[in-house]
């Protein structure tokens, strides 16, 4: 596949070309031991030390306060909470592997005093453990407040590639620049602080001014550049969140974006639960419906990709899809 050169193209572009293609059906994921709690926005499975894992948000259907990022196992098609590995207490886990070490992440909400300027009573921001044990990981960097969808790779001069999302999710109308991703390279692991995370910058052509999105899991390809999936999404007429799957490629040399896509959307898996929200502003019952929020990645050898994530806030699914990148993944050594 050829790369295609990135372009500000909105979400109703990009849902044009997606729903061009044959639409594939996902399944939703089966687990069991939470009680009647909710898991969703989980990470890919992965192996580490000859062990295969999947992480998990699990959290009451009620509340987003209460959340765990869980380790799960897959028995008989059901994934079932690894004993011996404690929860962390984090939303939306993620997961790298650098020089042989675990690297788990995830977002912390706590509470806050509310200002004139903003009546939030939450804050939250993203933290990052290691080990090479996944029952005795240590926190080791923590970003700045309000920053979600901050991760880390390893690049192939031995740097390691940061991409963050600054602040909030609003947009900057003044210059038709949406939320963002932005970019930077530190040296290593102990230099994730947060004055080198806000040296970050943005990388242009991702979204409009009414959109915004995050990176969500990072893969070195064959050529040098970065595979990312992530998210966009926007308010609709409605006041509802629309969110979905969309994957690019990203040369951290000259900081060029190309292949920018949709791959996934909401209604390419079962109806389902979705979660409600109690607090704040009323919102309609469709607020979270068409929520489709990637978690990762396994690639197969036939083409064909097996993409996780999450279902409305409430559920998990999984779906497998054409092979999104132009380049084939590459594994450091």
């Known amino acids: 596949m050829e790369k295609e050169k990135a372009t500000q193209e909105n979400i109703d572009k990009m849902l044009e070309d997606f729903n061009k293609k044959k639409q594939l059906r996902g399944e939703k994921l089966k687990f069991e031991g939470v009680g009647n709690k909710d898991v969703y926005n989980p990470t890919a499975p992965f192996e580490y030390h000859g062990k295969r894992y999947l992480i998990g948000r699990v959290e009451s259907p009620d509340k987003q306060t209460d959340s765990q990022s869980i380790f799960f196992k897959e028995e008989d098609g059901v994934w079932r909470q690894v004993?011996?590995?404690p929860p962390l207490d984090l939303q939306d886990p993620f997961f790298t592997q650098i020089d042989g070490e675990l690297i788990v992440g995830g977002v912390k909400v706590f509470p806050r005093e509310p200002t004139p300027e903003n009546q939030d009573e939450l804050s939250w921001l993203t933290v990052y453990y290691r080990g090479t044990d996944p029952a005795n990981l240590e926190e080791f960097a923590q970003g700045p407040e309000h920053m979600k969808d901050l991760r880390i790779i390893k690049l192939p001069n031995s740097k390691i590639g940061v991409f963050t999302r600054p602040s909030y999710i609003q947009t900057r109308p003044q210059d038709g620049v949406g939320g963002m991703i932005k970019y930077t390279e530190i040296d290593s692991l102990e230099d994730l602080t947060i004055e080198n995370i806000n040296k970050a910058e943005i990388i242009d052509d991702l979204f409009t001014k009414n959109e915004w999105g995050g990176a969500n899991e990072l893969y070195l390809l064959a050529n040098g550049w970065v595979g990312i999936l992530g998210h966009i999404a926007r308010y609709n007429e409605k006041g509802d969140k629309e969110y979905y799957a969309m994957t690019f490629e990203f040369d951290p040399q000259t900081r060029e974006v190309s292949n920018k896509k949709i791959i996934?959307?909401?209604?390419?898996?079962?109806?389902?639960?979705?979660?409600?929200?109690?607090?704040?502003?009323?919102?309609?019952?469709?607020?979270?419906?068409?929520?489709?929020?990637?978690?990762?990645?396994?690639?197969?050898?036939?083409?064909?990709?097996?993409?996780?994530?999450?279902?409305?806030?409430?559920?998990?699914?999984?779906?497998?899809?054409?092979?999104?990148?132009?380049?084939?993944?590459?594994?450091?050594t």
Request: no cysteine.
């Open 264 to 332: 996934t959307v909401r209604d390419n898996f079962p109806k389902g639960k979705k979660k409600s929200i109690k607090s704040g502003k009323k919102k309609s019952d469709d607020y979270l419906g068409n929520i489709f929020y990637p978690g990762g990645m396994v690639m197969g050898e036939n083409g064909m990709t097996e993409l996780y994530g999450g279902l409305s806030d409430s559920e998990a699914g999984k779906i497998t899809i054409e092979y999104p990148f132009s380049s084939q993944k590459r594994t450091l």
């Open 83 to 85: 004993k011996g590995i």
